[in-house]
T-cell receptor, first 112, second 115 residues
Framework: DAGVTQSPTHLIKTRGQQVTLRCSPI?????VSWYQQVLGQGPQFIFQ???????GRGNFPDRFSARQFPNYSSELNVNALLLGDSALYLC???????????FGPGTRLTVT | AQTVTQSQPEMSVQEAETVTLSCTYD???????LFWYKQPPSRQMILVIRQEAYKQQNATENRFSVNFQKAAKSFSLKISDSQLGDTAMYFC????????????FGGGTRLMVKP
């Protein structure tokens, strides 16, 4: 079975621009979570979606938004990019809200 | 809010030897899970082992085992017979059962296995 997939692999954007990152969960998984991992640090929780509803939100500004589609794939949007948004963005899927999470390879975002 | 602390930024071990990575956490919750994740240079986060807080028995997965001390809020990872492929960042993570499956991660320990 395919694992969690994310696209694109790498992305370079300019300050002020907007970016959309995509994630496809493991088949049968209904929950998707997003994490931001700044270089040299542990991942920080951004959002969790389950059955297309937001179930959790981390301490991130409103510039960050996400959604989950009927096929359980998800998009993370970041508006008005700042240099500090440069990070590895990880998507994780799980069978349910209390199940363990499986991570994708991440999208490396560089903001210049 | 929960916090997870990994006090060893870097560690090294000789191939075939044993190494222990430390993790402490702070929470007022009684129902939770703890995890160790491995992140190799390829950056894919891989689940190594998990521990349910209500279980007294320490979890084991082949060469990986944990020492879970609930009262001390300590959760260390022991890697036996270290292999070159164990070289990676290791993250300790906490999941509060009452808050979905949001993970709170520690800052990580970089482990180098030397031949």
């Amino acid at each position: 079975d395919a694992g969690v997939t994310q696209s694109p692999t790498h992305l370079i954007k300019t300050r002020g621009q907007q970016v959309t990152l995509r994630c496809s969960p493991i088949s049968g998984h209904k929950s998707v979570s997003w994490y931001q991992q700044v270089l040299g640090q542990g991942p920080q929780f951004i959002f969790q979606y389950y059955e297309k509803e937001e179930r959790g939100r981390g301490n991130f500004p409103d510039r960050f938004s996400a959604r989950q589609f009927p096929n359980y794939s998800s998009e993370l949007n970041v508006n008005a990019l700042l240099l500090g948004d440069s990070a590895l963005y990880l998507c994780a899927s799980s069978a349910g809200v209390l199940y363990e999470q499986y991570f994708g390879p991440g999208t490396r975002l560089t903001v210049t | 809010a929960q916090t997870v602390t990994q006090s060893q930024p870097e560690m090294s071990v000789q191939e075939a030897e044993t190494v222990t990575l430390s993790c402490t956490y702070d929470t007022s919750e009684s129902n939770y899970y703890l995890f160790w994740y491995k992140q190799p240079p390829s950056r894919q986060m891989i689940l190594v082992i998990r521990q349910e807080a209500y279980k007294q028995q320490n979890a084991t997965e082949n060469r990986f085992s944990v020492n879970f001390q609930k009262a001390a809020k300590s959760f260390s990872l022991k890697i036996s017979d270290s292999q070159l492929g164990d070289t990676a960042m290791y993250f300790c993570a906490f999941m509060n059962n009452n808050a979905g499956n949001m993970l709170t991660f520690g800052g990580g320990t970089r482990l180098m296995v030397k031949p």
